[in-house]
């Protein structure tokens, strides 16, 4: 059995518990102010029954005992006490439920944010198996689960259990024939509770899966509304979404169904010991064998041990939940990290920028290799292109180089050193990536422009701009610089997306520049223009290029053609015309240009 199925098997509040080590100190404080309030709350009874019995006995009441016989100063002393009690009851209320809330507050502060870093540091190809919505049902919906069940449902358990201990205990000290009476009812209930906490447990689970299912489609769909738009699928949407919702909303009734009869159920039961108590202790107190002051303390300490124990049911409700929710963040929190940073330190400023790959092969998941047995030099300083038909493993490269997947044999290297042995922050920062699928933060443009270079200038912003051509269009937006992009960027255009890359990799000025198809959304007009920006970047910088138009990676050093997998060509751009291969007929289907035996 792996590590990890060890610990989903184990209960998810062991796993919860040792998660909050840390939160030890404030846990006993929250839990002290409750029994403490639990016990102030719990002694006005015994001054009701008190001041029956001062009323009843006079001066032979049990507070005369004290040497107070006049009945007045008894009462008094009985109100000041009563007094006393409501303020502290009311002190320690106050501070249990602020330690208790600011508890959920910061457990779900710093689970949700260990969870995101941990789901950062997974691997990419742990999100293509995944959906974003399933993955924020954990992050939010489940964590606000877990905070829900520490603002209400700690306390009333703390509150029951202070509760059984102190009146349980009461009814031995002062009635010992009568206190079986009201003890009976109490294991029956704690069974029936254990019980239905084991009915209800999979019916949670279940609910949490459903919820997360929905979830993702919400996403999907948010996501992806213009797509609906234009294919006027709108009811096809609501359709999918109404089975997704009607599925959850099932499984929540299934879940109500179990927990809606708790309550009526523990009531019976608390019937019977009350009826009992009330009856019996009724006729000891009428014959005399029984004080009438201490009749009263009993009639009302059954309603206070047993009454309470009705709320078992929405807290055990919120528990299983909770237990549901845990075990879903617990387990994302196990997921191993396949991926590791290494241990050697490499500097920005020492870096060359020499990129080795020695016989590498990768495939993704339960597919066919897209690289085989690939070699690839590439000298510090130099700009080499990749080019090749869609499918061809070209955008993989980039992936491996920045180990956002790891190769499954051969290794690759910068400046001589196994990127695995790297520190995974170094590796990374020596390389600007512009991607062909522009991603934009919600956010100005200046924000998205000194993305990952936050101590960067205005005037060090503007330059980049100006670099990658972007300039012009952001001083015609309504508020330049401090225009909103929104959501992904969607209010540019591709053309404008891409600039804004290449101006965001520009900034960060890495040794290694990777542009994988960065003009592809531009027009001629542009792509000129950011190409004679791309010939001042690229100086003195090593420069990776995968492109389709290969227009824009003529003057490369050097020219790789890959297909399946593997390298099949290279040279300059004149060579490969010389030796008229695949090079030289994807020039030509571009150009409408002729070959030399055509001609």
């Known amino acids: 059995m792996t590590a990890r199925k060890r610990k989903s098997s184990e209960h998810p509040l062991n796993r919860l518990l040792r998660y909050g080590d840390k939160y030890q100190t404030i846990v006993w404080q929250a839990t002290i102010c409750s029994i403490l309030n639990k016990l102030f709350d719990l002694a006005p009874p015994a001054i009701i029954g008190a001041a029956v019995d001062v009323v009843v006995q006079k001066q032979d009441s049990i507070v005369a005992r004290l040497g107070i016989t006049d009945i007045f100063q008894q ?40 969870a995101y870093s941990h789901v950062q540091n997974l691997e990419s190809a742990y999100f293509e198996e995944r959906s974003t919505g399933a993955l924020l049902s954990v992050l939010n919906d489940d964590i606000n689960q877990l905070e829900r069940f520490l603002d209400v449902g700690a306390n009333e358990i703390i509150h029951v259990l202070t509760t059984v201990v102190v009146i349980g205990g009461a009814f031995f000290v002062l009635t010992p024939n009568l206190a079986w009476m009201s003890i009976i009812p109490i294991p029956i209930i704690v069974w029936g509770s254990i019980a239905f906490q084991g009915w209800l447990a999979p019916r949670y689970a279940e609910v949490r899966e459903r919820v997360s299912t929905l979830n993702s489609r919400l996403a999907n769909n948010l996501s992806g509304i213009t797509t609906i738009k234009s294919f006027t699928t709108e009811a096809y949407e609501i359709e999918r979404l109404a089975k997704d919702s009607n599925a959850y909303r099932q499984s929540n009734q299934k879940a109500i169904a179990l927990s809606a009869a708790f309550i009526p159920l523990i009531r019976m039961v608390i019937l019977a010991g009350f009826t009992a108590i009330l009856l019996y202790g009724g006729v000891q107190a009428a014959s005399g064998a029984l004080a009438v ?19 078992l049911g929405q807290t055990f409700d919120l528990y299983q939940r909770a237990m549901a929710s845990i075990a879903r963040v ?13 241990e050697k330190s490499l500097p920005l400023a020492k870096i060359k920028g020499a ?37 061809s493993g070209k955008s993989t490269l980039v992936k491996l180089l920045l180990r956002l997947y790891e190769v499954q044999s051969g290794e690759i290297t910068l400046d001589g050193q196994n990127i695995k042995d790297i520190v995974l922050w170094d590796l990374r920062r020596a390389v600007g990536l512009v991607s062909q699928d522009v991603f934009l933060f919600h956010g100005t443009v200046r924000e998205n422009i000194s993305y990952g270079s936050p101590d960067a200038t205005t005037r060090q912003i503007e330059e980049a701009a100006r670099i990658a051509e972007a300039a012009q269009f952001i001083s015609e937006l309504p508020q330049g610089y401090d225009t909103i992009v929104g959501e992904r960027g969607q209010k540019l255009s591709g053309g ?27 027009d001629n ?15 003195n910088r090593t420069t990776i290029a995968i492109a389709h138009r290969l227009s824009t990676i003529r003057h490369s050093d050097c020219i790789y053609v890959m297909s399946y997998g593997q390298l099949i060509e290279r040279g300059t751009h004149e060579e490969l015309l010389a030796q008229d291969g695949a090079y030289a007929g994807l020039w030509r289907v571009q150009t409408g240009a002729r070959s030399k035996i055509e001609a």
């Open 330 to 342: 617990m387990d994302l929190l196990d997921t191993p990290i396949a991926i590791h940073s290494g």
């Open 496 to 522: 404008q997306k891409q600039r804004i890359a290449i101006a965001r990799a520009v900034l960060k000025d890495p040794p290694i520049l990777v542009l994988d198809e960065a003009t592809s959304a531009v």
């Open 293 to 311: 002051g201490t009749y009263s303390v009993l009639v009302f300490l059954t309603q206070r041990l047993l009454w309470p124990l009705t709320h």
């Open 355 to 391: 990129v080795s790959l020695n016989n590498i092969t990768f495939a993704y998941s339960q597919r066919e290799p897209v690289i085989k047995n690939l070699s690839l030099n590439i000298p510090a300083g130099k700009t080499i292109a990749i080019v090749g038909a869609t499918g």
């Open 75 to 114: 009462l008094v002393i009985l109100s000041v006490l009563s007094a006393i009690i409501w303020v502290f009851e009311s002190i320690f209320e106050y501070a249990f439920t602020r330690l208790w809330r600011n508890l959920a507050q910061d457990v779900q502060h710093d689970i949700r944010l260990d």
């Open 525 to 539: 007009e542009t792509e000129a223009a950011i190409a004679r920006s791309l010939e001042k970047i690229t100086q």
